[in-house]
């Protein structure tokens, strides 16, 4: 084959793919699904970390002072389930289980004399803590998305020096949701220790995503600060 009927076999081959690219195009503009180029190359959207953990031995403590969780494993499960995250997105080099923690806070903890956190995290070795408060673990509907819903309060501190490192006032709020929930499963207690552990599984994740850049949701949780 010639030069000159290479190059214009080339140039049809490169007009047909600009062709088909046009075309792929204004069928997803017609379909109100047009994507940035930038959408398809680089993947969707990442949402920032809202706050950068300091590289240190970290703890999940998990409080339930208002007793939404109806068994501590729970509260293991969401503790585990932040670390686990934490350690593999690479934000903190160790943690240490909450269910050490939980461990330690019964053995330490009396009503007469509550033991403080910074007792608990200097006991265990930590160096900071992720403190988790438990606001509401429902069952039996969220307010808005209709499944079962978690909010959490978010603090963190550090112990080495005593003080607190994010947020600088109040606390921060995280919200999880499951959907397509069988509903048939509330119905029986296997049910309701399967939906239990899963919802407290969501929330450790959604709370771990505070402190590393991660794909934007558009349905789920919400986001906000607590007084």
């Known amino acids: 084959m010639n030069r000159s009927r290479q190059e214009f076999f080339t140039t049809q081959l490169r007009a047909n793919a600009v062709l088909v690219m046009c075309a792929a195009l204004l069928f997803l503009a017609g379909c109100n699904y047009l994507l940035p180029a930038s959408y398809i190359i680089e993947g969707p959207p990442k949402a920032p970390a809202a706050f950068q953990l300091p590289s240190k031995r970290t703890v999940v403590i998990v409080d339930d002072k208002i007793n939404?969780?109806?068994?501590?494993?729970?509260?293991?499960?969401?503790?585990?389930?932040?670390?686990?995250?934490?350690?593999?997105?690479?934000?903190?080099?160790?943690?240490?289980?909450?269910?050490?923690?939980?461990?330690?806070?019964?053995?330490?903890?009396?009503?007469?004399?509550?033991?403080?956190?910074?007792?608990?995290?200097?006991?265990l070795g930590a160096e900071q803590v992720v403190y988790v408060e438990i606001d509401e673990f429902n069952l039996s509907g969220g307010r808005?998305?209709?499944?079962?819903?978690?909010?959490?309060?978010?603090?963190?501190?550090?112990?080495?020096?005593?003080?607190?490192?994010?947020?600088?006032?109040?606390?921060?709020?995280?919200?999880?949701?499951?959907?397509?929930?069988?509903?048939?499963?509330?119905?029986?207690?296997?049910?309701?220790?399967?939906?239990?552990?899963?919802?407290?599984?969501?929330?450790?994740?959604?709370?771990?995503?505070?402190?590393?850049?991660?794909?934007?949701?558009?349905l789920g949780g919400r986001l906000g600060v607590k007084k």
């Not at 934000?91 to 007469?112: G, K």
């Not at 921060?172 to 407290?200: C, M």
């Open 144 to 218: 808005e998305e209709g499944g079962p819903e978690a909010v959490a309060l978010i603090k963190v501190l550090d112990i080495t020096n005593g003080s607190r490192l994010w947020p600088t006032a109040g606390s921060q709020a995280v919200q999880s949701s499951l959907q397509d929930i069988n509903p048939s499963l509330i119905s029986t207690s296997a049910g309701r220790r399967e939906i239990e552990d899963k919802l407290a599984e969501k929330l450790g994740e959604d709370i771990a995503k505070l402190f590393y850049a991660h794909e934007r949701r558009e």
């Open 68 to 123: 939404r969780m109806s068994r501590v494993a729970l509260r293991v499960g969401v503790g585990d389930s932040v670390g686990t995250n934490l350690l593999e997105n690479d934000v903190v080099p160790e943690t240490i289980t909450t269910r050490d923690a939980v461990a330690l806070i019964r053995r330490m903890d009396t009503a007469a004399k509550p033991v403080s956190i910074q007792r608990i995290c200097e006991s």
